[in-house]
């Protein structure tokens, strides 16, 4: 049972992740809802991404749906804070993460709530 409930949970962070929508939104949750600690299913997310992500920026890519416009000034400052992001996170307690990771996910709904009918248009369909 253990065995399928992890696949479950990978199928749905893997499906998400490759649509570009951040599969640890539902990786992270599913995996602590199944009794993994939360430090632990970050990590696990974060080892999972990896793979997802190379795979997924190839499919995309082919699709002519990667920006190369600024990226260099998007993923520099990214990989500079991951470090002290990770440092902080095995200092943290695990239910501080969970708390943190909660108020990211609501806080994130809320942003995408509003986005949903204020009418503004995605980057996509401005070009």
């Known amino acids: 049972m253990a065995f399928l409930t992890l ?5 749905a962070g893997g499906l998400l992740g ?3 929508m951040g599969g640890g939104t539902a990786l992270i949750p599913l995996l602590t809802l199944f009794g ?24 995309h890519a082919k699709n002519g749906l ?11 400052p990214a990989l500079l804070f991951s470090v002290p992001g ?3 996170a095995t200092c943290l307690p695990s239910a501080a993460l969970e708390r943190a990771f909660g108020a ?3 806080v994130l709904s809320l942003f995408r709530f509003r986005g949903a009918f204020s009418g503004r248009r995605s980057l996509r369909t401005r070009n």
């Open 7 to 11: 696949f479950l949970c990978g199928a």
């Open 18 to 20: 490759g649509m570009g």
């Open 36 to 59: 993994v600690d939360q430090a632990a299913a970050q990590g696990i997310n974060l080892l999972s991404f990896l793979p997802m992500a190379a795979l997924a920026l190839s499919i």
């Open 66 to 76: 990667v920006k190369r416009d600024g990226l260099l000034f998007f993923v520099l």
């Open 86 to 88: 990770a440092l902080l």
């Open 104 to 106: 990211f996910l609501i």
